[in-house]
Protein backbone atom coordinates (compact mmCIF):
# COMPACT_ATOMS: atom_id res chain seq x y z
CA UNK A 1 0.00 0.00 0.00
CA UNK A 2 1.14 3.43 -0.96
CA UNK A 3 1.82 4.89 2.25
CA UNK A 4 3.92 7.74 4.13
CA UNK A 5 4.83 6.59 7.76
CA UNK A 6 5.53 8.53 10.69
CA UNK A 7 6.67 7.27 13.83
CA UNK A 8 6.13 7.86 16.84
CA UNK A 9 2.28 9.07 16.79
CA UNK A 10 2.29 10.51 19.90
CA UNK A 11 5.70 12.12 22.16
CA UNK A 12 5.57 13.53 25.33
CA UNK A 13 9.37 14.79 26.10
CA UNK A 14 10.58 17.52 28.19
CA UNK A 15 12.60 20.75 27.28
CA UNK A 16 16.05 20.27 26.01
CA UNK A 17 15.76 16.34 24.99
CA UNK A 18 16.24 15.71 21.77
CA UNK A 19 14.57 13.83 19.85
CA UNK A 20 13.87 12.62 16.13
CA UNK A 21 10.54 11.83 14.24
CA UNK A 22 11.36 9.54 11.46
CA UNK A 23 9.50 9.57 7.80
CA UNK A 24 9.49 7.52 5.22
CA UNK A 25 7.56 7.09 2.07
CA UNK A 26 7.26 4.27 -0.48
CA UNK A 27 6.15 5.93 -3.45
CA UNK A 28 9.48 6.64 -4.63
CA UNK A 29 8.75 10.31 -4.48
CA UNK A 30 10.91 13.17 -5.09
CA UNK A 31 9.84 15.92 -3.05
CA UNK A 32 9.71 15.51 1.19
CA UNK A 33 8.28 18.55 3.16
CA UNK A 34 7.34 18.67 6.85
CA UNK A 35 4.30 20.92 8.18
CA UNK A 36 3.21 21.75 11.87
CA UNK A 37 -0.41 22.64 12.31
CA UNK A 38 -1.43 24.45 14.97
CA UNK A 39 -4.87 25.78 16.05
CA UNK A 40 -6.02 29.11 14.04
CA UNK A 41 -2.78 28.89 12.09
CA UNK A 42 -3.10 25.79 9.99
CA UNK A 43 -0.29 24.33 8.54
CA UNK A 44 2.99 25.70 8.16
CA UNK A 45 6.06 24.43 6.57
CA UNK A 46 9.04 23.71 8.55
CA UNK A 47 11.28 22.34 5.81
CA UNK A 48 11.13 20.51 2.62
CA UNK A 49 13.27 18.52 0.04
CA UNK A 50 13.48 18.67 -3.63
CA UNK A 51 15.78 15.39 -3.46
CA UNK A 52 18.64 13.51 -1.87
CA UNK A 53 20.66 15.52 -0.21
CA UNK A 54 18.85 18.97 -1.10
CA UNK A 55 16.91 20.51 1.56
CA UNK A 56 15.52 23.99 2.20
CA UNK A 57 13.72 25.92 4.79
CA UNK A 58 10.33 26.94 4.95
CA UNK A 59 8.66 29.53 6.68
CA UNK A 60 9.29 28.37 10.27
CA UNK A 61 12.23 26.51 10.56
CA UNK A 62 13.94 27.98 13.48
CA UNK A 63 14.62 25.20 15.91
CA UNK A 64 14.26 21.97 13.53
CA UNK A 65 17.15 20.19 11.50
CA UNK A 66 16.52 17.53 8.88
CA UNK A 67 18.13 15.32 6.44
CA UNK A 68 17.59 13.49 3.59
CA UNK A 69 20.36 10.87 3.19
CA UNK A 70 17.90 8.30 1.23
CA UNK A 71 14.88 9.06 -0.88
CA UNK A 72 12.47 7.39 1.41
CA UNK A 73 13.39 9.03 4.39
CA UNK A 74 12.98 12.20 5.70
CA UNK A 75 13.49 12.80 9.46
CA UNK A 76 12.88 15.65 11.69
CA UNK A 77 15.02 16.70 14.46
CA UNK A 78 14.61 19.03 17.53
CA UNK A 79 17.96 19.28 19.04
CA UNK A 80 16.53 21.04 22.03
CA UNK A 81 12.79 21.17 22.16
CA UNK A 82 11.19 23.82 24.06
CA UNK A 83 7.42 24.16 25.00
CA UNK A 84 6.58 26.93 22.03
CA UNK A 85 7.11 23.16 19.70
CA UNK A 86 4.10 21.57 21.30
CA UNK A 87 1.87 20.93 17.93
CA UNK A 88 1.00 18.26 15.51
CA UNK A 89 3.69 17.79 12.78
CA UNK A 90 2.89 16.08 9.54
CA UNK A 91 4.91 14.68 6.99
CA UNK A 92 4.28 14.84 3.25
CA UNK A 93 5.62 13.47 -0.18
CA UNK A 94 4.89 14.06 -3.56
CA UNK A 95 6.14 12.53 -6.95
CA UNK A 96 7.76 16.03 -7.98
CA UNK A 97 7.79 19.62 -6.13
CA UNK A 98 6.97 21.74 -8.96
CA UNK A 99 3.75 21.92 -7.30
CA UNK A 100 2.08 19.59 -10.26
CA UNK A 101 1.36 16.74 -8.01
CA UNK A 102 -0.96 16.40 -4.99
CA UNK A 103 0.81 15.69 -1.60
CA UNK A 104 0.29 12.74 -0.10
CA UNK A 105 0.68 13.26 4.12
CA UNK A 106 1.36 11.07 6.75
CA UNK A 107 -0.82 9.95 9.79
CA UNK A 108 0.48 12.81 11.85
CA UNK A 109 2.51 13.28 15.17
CA UNK A 110 1.69 14.69 18.35
CA UNK A 111 4.48 15.94 20.26
CA UNK A 112 3.77 17.61 23.63
CA UNK A 113 7.17 19.41 25.08
CA UNK A 114 6.86 19.99 28.88
CA UNK B 1 3.17 38.80 1.71
CA UNK B 2 1.64 36.30 -0.71
CA UNK B 3 -0.78 34.47 0.95
CA UNK B 4 -3.84 31.83 1.39
CA UNK B 5 -6.67 33.65 2.42
CA UNK B 6 -9.97 31.45 4.22
CA UNK B 7 -12.72 32.77 5.87
CA UNK B 8 -15.70 32.18 7.93
CA UNK B 9 -13.29 29.96 10.10
CA UNK B 10 -15.99 28.23 11.85
CA UNK B 11 -18.91 26.38 10.09
CA UNK B 12 -21.96 25.02 11.32
CA UNK B 13 -25.10 23.81 9.31
CA UNK B 14 -27.13 21.24 9.09
CA UNK B 15 -27.47 17.83 6.78
CA UNK B 16 -29.04 19.00 3.50
CA UNK B 17 -27.76 22.65 3.69
CA UNK B 18 -25.42 24.17 0.98
CA UNK B 19 -21.57 24.48 1.96
CA UNK B 20 -19.60 27.05 0.60
CA UNK B 21 -15.86 27.65 1.47
CA UNK B 22 -13.98 30.63 -0.05
CA UNK B 23 -10.51 30.97 -0.98
CA UNK B 24 -8.41 33.95 -1.66
CA UNK B 25 -4.58 34.05 -3.12
CA UNK B 26 -2.73 36.50 -3.35
CA UNK B 27 0.13 35.33 -5.89
CA UNK B 28 0.50 36.80 -9.08
CA UNK B 29 0.53 34.50 -12.09
CA UNK B 30 -0.24 30.79 -12.74
CA UNK B 31 -0.81 29.00 -10.06
CA UNK B 32 -1.81 25.36 -9.26
CA UNK B 33 -4.66 24.86 -6.56
CA UNK B 34 -5.58 22.55 -4.10
CA UNK B 35 -8.40 21.71 -1.62
CA UNK B 36 -7.36 19.24 1.31
CA UNK B 37 -9.73 17.57 3.66
CA UNK B 38 -8.73 16.49 7.39
CA UNK B 39 -11.54 14.07 9.23
CA UNK B 40 -11.42 14.48 12.45
CA UNK B 41 -8.65 12.36 14.04
CA UNK B 42 -7.08 11.60 10.24
CA UNK B 43 -4.40 12.62 8.33
CA UNK B 44 -4.96 15.47 5.32
CA UNK B 45 -6.19 14.18 2.21
CA UNK B 46 -6.44 15.73 -1.27
CA UNK B 47 -10.38 16.40 -2.27
CA UNK B 48 -9.74 18.36 -5.21
CA UNK B 49 -7.04 19.82 -7.76
CA UNK B 50 -7.23 22.55 -10.17
CA UNK B 51 -4.28 22.86 -13.04
CA UNK B 52 -5.20 24.26 -16.13
CA UNK B 53 -8.45 23.91 -18.26
CA UNK B 54 -12.19 23.90 -17.20
CA UNK B 55 -12.43 26.57 -14.10
CA UNK B 56 -15.16 24.27 -12.54
CA UNK B 57 -13.24 21.01 -11.04
CA UNK B 58 -15.17 18.06 -9.52
CA UNK B 59 -13.42 16.25 -6.57
CA UNK B 60 -14.84 13.09 -4.12
CA UNK B 61 -17.85 12.81 -2.28
CA UNK B 62 -19.60 15.52 -4.28
CA UNK B 63 -17.35 18.48 -3.76
CA UNK B 64 -16.67 20.89 -6.56
CA UNK B 65 -14.66 23.89 -6.67
CA UNK B 66 -14.52 26.97 -9.31
CA UNK B 67 -11.60 28.81 -10.44
CA UNK B 68 -12.15 32.08 -11.02
CA UNK B 69 -8.69 33.80 -12.45
CA UNK B 70 -10.19 37.77 -11.93
CA UNK B 71 -11.29 37.41 -8.52
CA UNK B 72 -7.86 35.35 -7.45
CA UNK B 73 -10.50 32.78 -5.85
CA UNK B 74 -10.90 28.44 -5.82
CA UNK B 75 -14.21 28.67 -3.53
CA UNK B 76 -14.85 25.12 -2.55
CA UNK B 77 -18.61 23.67 -2.79
CA UNK B 78 -21.51 21.31 -2.03
CA UNK B 79 -24.75 21.38 -3.03
CA UNK B 80 -26.19 19.35 0.51
CA UNK B 81 -23.91 18.39 3.32
CA UNK B 82 -23.91 15.15 5.36
CA UNK B 83 -22.85 14.31 9.14
CA UNK B 84 -20.24 12.92 7.53
CA UNK B 85 -18.48 15.94 5.73
CA UNK B 86 -18.01 17.34 9.38
CA UNK B 87 -13.95 18.10 9.00
CA UNK B 88 -11.58 20.62 8.41
CA UNK B 89 -11.01 21.66 5.14
CA UNK B 90 -7.80 23.96 3.89
CA UNK B 91 -7.32 25.56 0.74
CA UNK B 92 -3.52 25.54 -1.03
CA UNK B 93 -1.73 27.10 -3.53
CA UNK B 94 1.42 26.50 -5.18
CA UNK B 95 2.62 29.46 -7.83
CA UNK B 96 3.90 27.40 -10.84
CA UNK B 97 6.88 26.58 -10.84
CA UNK B 98 7.73 27.25 -7.34
CA UNK B 99 8.49 24.44 -5.27
CA UNK B 100 6.11 25.47 -2.25
CA UNK B 101 3.12 24.92 -0.98
CA UNK B 102 1.40 27.38 0.87
CA UNK B 103 -2.01 26.51 2.99
CA UNK B 104 -5.08 28.97 4.33
CA UNK B 105 -5.65 28.51 7.68
CA UNK B 106 -8.43 26.25 7.25
CA UNK B 107 -12.42 26.01 7.77
CA UNK B 108 -13.98 23.88 10.35
CA UNK B 109 -16.78 23.12 9.29
CA UNK B 110 -19.57 21.02 11.79
CA UNK B 111 -22.42 19.31 10.43
CA UNK B 112 -25.30 18.22 12.28
CA UNK B 113 -27.44 15.32 11.78
Known amino acids: EAQVTQNPRYLITVTGKKLTVTCSQNMNHEYMSWYRQDPGLGLRQIYY???????DKGDVPEGYKVSRKEKRNFPLILESPSPNQTSLYFC?????????????FGNGTRLTVT | AQSVSQHNHHVILSEAASLELGCNYS??????LFWYVQYPGQHLQLLLK??????LVKGIKGFEAEFIKSKFSFNLRKPSVQWSDTAEYFC???????????FGKGNQVVVIP
Open chain 2, 50 to 55: YFSGDP
Open chain 1, 49 to 55: SMNVEVT
Open chain 1, 92 to 104: ASSLEGRGNSPLH
Open chain 2, 92 to 102: AVNPYGNNRLA
Open chain 2, 27 to 32: YGGTVN
